[in-house]
């Protein structure tokens, strides 16, 4: 069994800076893409940013120049580094990875369970 588990949420004033996390464990064969989404209330999810295994990056409009994904491919890992914070980036913020799992050997796409970042103004 897979999992992807998020952490780093928390409230932060605008302007502020947090780190997400999200690991992924289990029986898991290799790890394509891992991205970050995120979905405000009362608002559609949205892509965030992507990182590839090969580490090639692409951002939402919205992000670009704030934030920077990144991964480490030994500990199955990607991080999102949120700078200078707004208050519109206030949102759940979900953890994605295209990966296949030993179980399956078939791509599938996981989910975490979201971490809240909240952007006071």
């Known amino acids: 069994q897979v999992q992807l588990v998020e952490s780093g949420g928390g409230l932060v004033q605008a302007g502020g800076s947090l780190r997400l996390s999200c690991a992924a464990s289990?029986?898991?064969?290799?790890?394509?893409?891992m991205s970050w989404y995120r979905q405000a209330p009362g608002k559609q999810r949205e892509l965030v940013a992507t990182i590839t295994s090969g580490k090639n990056t692409n951002y939402a409009d919205s992000v670009k120049g704030r934030f920077t994904i990144s991964r480490d491919n030994a500990k199955n890992t990607v991080y999102l580094q949120m700078n200078s914070l707004k208050p519109e980036d206030t949102a759940v913020y979900y953890c994605?990875?295209?990966?296949?799992?030993?179980?399956?050997?078939?791509?599938?796409?996981?989910w975490g369970q979201g971490t809240q970042v909240a952007v006071s103004s």
């Open positions: 289990g029986s898991i064969f290799s790890i394509n893409t």
């Open positions: 994605n990875a295209l990966l296949i799992s030993r179980a399956t050997m078939t791509n599938a796409f996981y």
